[in-house]
């Protein structure tokens, strides 16, 4: 997954974010998928000051969200539109944004499709909006918006 933040002129300057993701999931029902995502190494390229200067500072956070995932159309078709939301926490090496705090809730949706190859593999590309806030638990509250492209692969162990 990575993204860039949507707002580069407020809350804390242009940065942008990379990160690696695990997510575990079961069906809920035949178009319904409950979720547990990990995002071990989410790191953030941020500016330092305000207003943003040149100075910047990558930061390294861990994720840890639960989800759903939709899929709208009937399993006959051989690609899966999907809607997806996801919401947890996340706790960083250092303030994020940088006048915020270190630790944060996060709040994802978007769309995407999944593409079955095989009868196991089913690789996938999705659209997410991802929101970055403290909640009102510090001193401030800055909080960041950003587009997501992520691109992944769904082992299912069961054939579909």
Request: no cysteine; aromatic share 14%; proline share 9%.
């Amino acid at each position: 997954m990575a993204g860039q933040q949507l707002d580069h002129l407020n809350h804390g300057g242009y940065s942008e974010f990379v990160s690696p993701s695990l997510t575990v999931s079961r069906p809920l029902s035949r178009r319904l998928e409950g979720s547990i995502n990990l995002q071990p190494a989410l790191l953030v390229n941020q500016p330092t000051k305000q207003p943003p200067t040149d100075e910047r500072q990558t930061v390294w956070a861990a994720v840890l969200d639960v989800g759903l995932r939709w899929y709208p159309f009937p399993a006959r078709w051989s690609w899966q539109p999907f809607v997806e939301v996801n919401a947890g926490i996340l706790g960083a090496s250092h303030r994020v944004p940088a006048r915020g705090t270190d630790f944060n809730f996060n709040a994802q949706s978007g769309v995407g499709v999944l593409l079955p190859y095989g009868e196991r593999w089913h690789p996938y590309i999705a659209a997410r909006w991802y929101h970055i806030s403290n909640g009102n638990l510090g001193y401030r509250n800055p909080s960041w918006d950003y587009w997501a492209v992520v691109a992944g692969g769904k082992l299912s162990f069961k054939p579909s």
